[in-house]
């Protein structure tokens, strides 16, 4: 079935160092691709997505491109903050038809200054 | 402010008393979902709702309930809490049930944490 894999945390890293968070996926069909945000003690916030092969979503420095010829979606961020520090979850949106999510297991980001 | 709220926030019972967690958007969405936050496995979906009265099995549904009377509520009831309930429920909404480009992005509630012992 449709999954989502993703690098083990926590990263941790210095402030305004780069950031990359491994993401892979196996999916039937033409899956669009999120990447989620869980600021401590909140729920989730999507950050960007792409819903179809070599798209680049982008948003708050923040981009991920849809990698169709190595099943990936890597995110990347050029000079991180503090405030960055969170949760960070890549997800697949099935082909099925109907709205589904499936989760990578989330990758915790701690920034330190 | 459109916005998923859920209630509680956070919850401590003991095994086996009935509870139920609301969740409510005032979105007008049509598609709602209940999923469940475990370390190492991410969020799995539990249940999904297409609309009023409308309601399937996602991934993880063994002791849950759900119900869907109105548009704007979803609950989700655990008839007999066990511990391997323990966790970080979410609820979700989305205004299509269906993979429409602009009409299917997925808003999360807080979350609500649930300890069985």
């Known amino acids: 079935g449709d999954s989502v894999t993703q690098m083990e945390g926590p990263v941790t890293l210095s402030e305004e160092a780069f950031l990359t968070i491994n993401c892979t996926y196996t999916?039937?069909?033409?899956?669009?691709l999120f990447w989620y945000v869980q600021y401590p003690g909140e729920g989730l916030q999507l950050l960007l997505k792409?819903?179809?092969?070599?798209d680049k979503g982008s948003n708050k420095g923040f981009e991920a491109t849809y990698r169709k010829e190595t099943t990936s979606f890597h995110l990347e961020k050029g000079s991180v903050q503090v405030s960055d520090s969170a949760v960070y979850f890549c997800?697949?949106?099935?082909?099925?038809?109907?709205?589904?999510?499936?989760f990578g297991a989330g990758t915790r980001l701690a920034v330190h200054p | 402010e459109a916005q998923v709220t859920q209630n509680p926030r956070y919850l401590i019972t003991v095994t086996g008393k009935k509870l139920t967690v609301t969740c409510s958007q005032n979105?007008?969405?049509?598609?709602m979902s209940w999923y469940r936050q475990d370390p190492g496995l991410g969020l799995r979906q539990i249940y999904y709702?297409?609309?009023?009265?409308?309601?399937d099995k996602g991934d993880v549904p063994e002791g849950y309930k759900v119900s869907r009377k109105e548009k704007r509520n979803f609950p989700l009831i655990l008839e007999s809490p066990s511990p391997n309930q323990t966790s970080l429920y979410f609820c979700?909404?989305?205004?299509?049930?269906?993979?429409?480009?602009?009409?299917?992005?997925?808003?999360f509630g807080p979350g609500t944490r649930l300890t069985v012992t």
């Open positions: 979700a909404s989305s205004l299509s049930p269906l993979r429409t480009l602009g009409r299917d992005e997925q808003y």
């Open positions: 999916a039937t069909g033409y899956p669009s």
């Open positions: 792409a819903t179809k092969a070599d």
């Open positions: 997800a697949l949106q099935t082909s099925g038809g109907y709205n589904k999510l499936i």
């Open positions: 979105m007008n969405h049509e598609y």
């Open positions: 709702s297409m609309n009023v009265e409308v309601t």
